[in-house]
């Protein structure tokens, strides 16, 4: 059974910085595709970004794109997530998931199977 465990997240003020970081407890990080997602209060959950399990295929929500940056650390087992120049709009939830396979996309949250319980970011203006 794989766990999920995100840290990182808090209250910041517009135009400032946050990294999160998700812990994998298994002993196959390696092999799964990491993915993050948000969601904002009455929302629907959306994606942010993906990396595959080599680090070297990435992708980004257009939202995000120039300002969030993705990676990972294999050998310890975490993904991190580094967002730059935050909004207020950025404000949600964010959730880590982990893929077993890369279904072409791994975009869309039906694609994962493990998710992490999700870590608050709060962008004050």
């Known amino acids: 059974q794989v766990q999920l465990v995100e840290s990182g997240g808090g209250l910041v003020q517009a135009g400032g910085s946050l990294r999160l970081s998700c812990a994998h407890s298994g002993r196959t990080f390696s092999r799964y595709e990491m993915g993050w997602f948000r969601q904002a209060p009455g929302k629907e959950r959306e994606f942010v970004a993906r990396?595959?399990?080599?680090?070297?295929?990435?992708n980004y929500a257009d939202a995000v794109n120039g300002r969030f940056t993705i990676s990972r650390d294999n050998a310890k087992n975490t993904v991190y997530l580094q967002m730059n120049s935050l909004k207020p709009e950025d404000t949600a939830v964010y959730y880590c998931a982990a893929a077993k396979y890369y279904s072409g996309s791994n975009c869309l949250d039906k694609e994962y199977d493990y998710w992490g319980q999700g870590t608050q970011v709060t962008v004050s203006s």
């Open positions: 990396i595959s399990w080599s680090g070297s295929g990435k």
